[in-house]
């Protein structure tokens, strides 16, 4: 069979509902001691001295002189700014000062909290507006932007010049909290000279590479292994690599074991963030009303350290123009250096903001001029060999008009539409997803491998990294592996990575396991039929190969971003109590291009759980900021979707093969999150009659906008 199997029950669903899984926190080891962080307590300050209470036989104090020779007080993600412990000032409300470790967790509490840090205060810049005025003087370099990119396309300052009408606008989205259902944490220890660390991790490979750097030690000295995590959302990708250094250095020091394991509160006040984002156009219209011109300038609030903010900001300027064949525009986007917790991945990766912000532009643009916002979207979509704002091009089918026929048809949302109002609403989002990483990337930096190992018994072990999160990718890959060999599911095995024993086949993010790893998988296990010799062990290895044809300039960021997207389109039905302004999602339409489904069932439950975080994200998940200390920090006061807030998202797909994924299969796991928010927005607009430009979109909001006293 060269063909996927039907859909499969996940291999890790039995354990993980029985309780059976064992996650980082079910893993002690004998000897082993607890650790937790003495943190910061101001936004911005000098660090003049630590006093530290009086430690019990057994505890003990870590900071950056534990560091050993040839060590560096840097975390390598992919730039080292920021420092394992803190140095002569500190520039954000829980950065690491110290750690102290011990015996017993309850003790450890009592003493950092009597632990005392001497401050000398300095003006902490929190917003974009306090970070472009360099509030206390610059944080990052001359201008406090860890990186400036402008992308131009045709000629915008003509079609500016010469439009019959011009609008501007802004936009704003918020922080958003990854609530994954397993906090953050680690343990490492030492065996006869070589470092082990067991991490909660979506990137393996990333942990052991900022272990090096920050201990001095050679690859061959680190080993990362994962057990099972309990969700990530891009919250795992960086985050861990904070702990396990400090973590291997107390290891070290003691000579013994030692974990950590963020409870609810810390994890939620200290760890990384979605980016924060101020999006505005100025956008030319000719005497049609059709759009010629958009000047775009995108703002993200990167927080103390850059993480991979420069990389978010690149996929948000891609997305800046939508689904929407704009031939001049010019987009210019900044990644701000403020004093709050350092933003990072988070799925989508920073395109949910770009399309909030051109979707509800594109919704206002038609509304300004009477026209039904479908029916105007539809008049500038992209097809297959237009133009990308990067001057590369689209080079696969584009099923839009498919999907939103279906869409149109499920939903009734023409009716629906022109009876809006009266506290009922309608709205529709269209939305793409560049898939891997951005141009190069793959090719020049990630660089896959994966490997398949036959035993004589014919059994087949999968060699490579990606980290199942919930997401089923130890399924999909042994899935792929048995349809391409025609065995049974349980002749296939996968996981947990090792970074000992695992291929490199780069990190959990960016939608590309199944589509990048998961290629790779299908032609090594092509490989290995084609050499398939019953009783003789064999092993097989791939290794990235960059599509043909396509061409990127990383410095000019020119050509082709990406080489393939997935597409999609959502509606949403909302009821809107006009008391109360709280609104009811009444029903959920999504129709996806994401090439051709692996398992229908997996597929599903990703876009469930994408519309849960994205209606979040639109109208109840806030993260309020006071002296750059987040108010909500925890699920209860956070309040995140649940499976009553809102019905099924009634999902619809449409096959559009991919020649560079396993069996045509592209990437799913960002894309069907970032179109619920402008659909949300767009249903209260049509339900009340006002014009939404930031987001959550709370009762409070809503009913501020309606003027309601």
């Known amino acids: 069979m060269d063909g996927p199997l039907p859909t499969v029950t996940r291999g890790d669903a039995a354990d993980k509902a029985s309780g059976a899984a064992l996650y980082l926190a079910d893993l002690p080891m004998e000897g082993m001691l607890h650790a937790r962080l003495v943190r910061a307590s101001r936004p911005r300050a000098r660090l003049l001295s ?17 560091l050993p020779p040839g060590g560096r007080n840097r975390i390598l993600m992919i730039h080292d700014d920021w420092p394992v ?3 002569e000032e500190v520039r954000f409300v829980g950065q690491t000062v110290a750690l102290i470790a011990g015996p017993d967790r309850g003790v450890l509490a009592s003493l950092v909290e009597g632990t005392v840090v001497g401050y000398g205060d300095m003006t902490p810049a929190f917003s974009l507006e306090d970070s472009l005025a360099l509030a206390g003087g610059p944080l990052h370099g001359a201008d406090n932007a860890f990186a400036d990119h402008t992308i131009v396309r045709g000629d915008p300052q003509r079609a500016l010049r010469e439009a019959a009408r011009t609008v501007e606008e ?6 958003q909290e990854h609530a994954y259902l397993e906090p953050q944490g680690c343990l490492a220890f030492w065996e006869g000279g070589k470092l082990t660390v067991r991490s909660s991790t979506q ?14 030690l050679s690859p061959a000295d680190v080993r990362v292994t994962v057990p099972a995590v309990g969700g990530g959302f891009g919250g795992k990708e960086h985050y861990p690599d904070v702990l396990a250094c400090a973590a291997a250095v107390a290891a070290r020091k003691a000579g013994r074991p030692v974990r950590i394991v963020l409870d609810r509160g810390e994890d939620m006040r200290f760890t990384c963030k979605r980016h924060p984002s101020r999006i505005r156009f100025r956008t030319a219209l000719d005497g049609r009303g059709r759009v010629t011109g958009m000047d775009v300038d995108v703002l993200l609030n990167a927080g103390a350290y850059e993480t991979c903010s420069g990389v978010v900001l690149q996929r948000t300027l891609f997305t800046a123009t939508g689904v929407y064949d704009v031939p001049n525009a010019r987009i210019r986007g900044r990644a701000m250096a403020t004093d709050t917790v350092p933003s990072d991945a988070f799925r989508g990766f920073g395109a949910p903001q770009a399309v909030f912000a051109v979707e509800m ?4 643009l038609a509304r300004s001029q009477g026209e039904d916002p479908v029916d105007f979207k539809r008049h500038h979509f992209l097809a297959k060999g237009s133009g990308t704002s990067t001057g590369g091009s689209i080079r696969d089918e584009v099923m ?12 009734g949302y023409r009716q629906k539409a022109a009876s809006g109002g009266q506290g009922r609403g309608i709205g529709v989002s269209f939305f793409l997803h560049g898939c891997g990483f951005t141009g190069n990337g793959e090719r020049d930096l990630i660089k896959a491998k994966v490997a398949l190992r036959r035993a004589a018994d014919g059994t087949v072990r999968i060699l490579a990294a990606g980290v199942d999160m919930g997401q089923g990718l130890s399924t999909a890959f042994r899935k792929i592996v048995a349809s391409v060999l025609s065995l049974p599911l349980d002749r296939v095995s ?9 291929s490199d086949s780069g990190p959990t993010v960016a939608s590309r396991s199944t589509m990048v790893v998961g290629y790779l998988l299908q032609e090594a296990a092509r490989d290995l039929r084609a050499s398939w010799r019953v009783g003789e062990e064999r092993e097989v290895r791939r290794e990235y190969r960059h599509p043909e044809g396509l061409l990127w300039d990383p410095q000019a960021l020119r050509g082709d971003a990406y080489p393939t997207y997935g597409w999609g389109v959502n509606a949403v039905e909302v009821e809107v109590d006009p008391a109360t302004g709280e609104v009811e999602v009444k029903d959920v339409w999504t129709a996806y291009d994401v090439g051709v489904p692996l398992d229908r069932l997996m597929l599903d439950g990703s876009v469930h759980g994408g519309m849960a975080q994205a209606l979040g994200y639109a109208y109840l998940e806030k993260l309020e900021l006071r002296d750059g200390v987040f108010r909500q920090a925890s699920l209860a006061d956070y309040a995140v979707p649940t499976s009553m807030d809102f019905p099924s998202a009634r999902p619809d797909y449409v096959e559009n093969p991919y020649p560079y994924g396993p069996f045509g299969a592209k990437g799913a796991g960002e894309i069907v999150l970032s179109g619920g928010a402008p659909a949300f927005a767009a249903a209260v607009q049509n339900a009340v009659g006002i014009e939404a430009h930031d987001i959550p979109l709370t009762p409070e909001r809503i009913l501020e906008l309606r003027g309601t006293p």
């Open 50 to 66: 630590v006093r530290y209470p009086g430690l019990p036989a057994g505890y003990f104090t870590v900071d950056r002189r534990d």
């Open 85 to 87: 412990f803190a140095e």
């Open 170 to 175: 802004e936009f704003r989205t918020s922080w």
């Open 203 to 216: 990137c393996p490979f990333y942990v052991k590479k900022a272990l090096v750097h920050a201990l001095g």
């Open 361 to 364: 532009h594109m919704d206002h």
């Open 400 to 411: 839009l008009e498919r999907m939103l026929e279906r869409v149109l048809a499920a939903s």
């Open 494 to 502: 996968y996981g947990p990575p090792d970074t000992d024993a695992a």
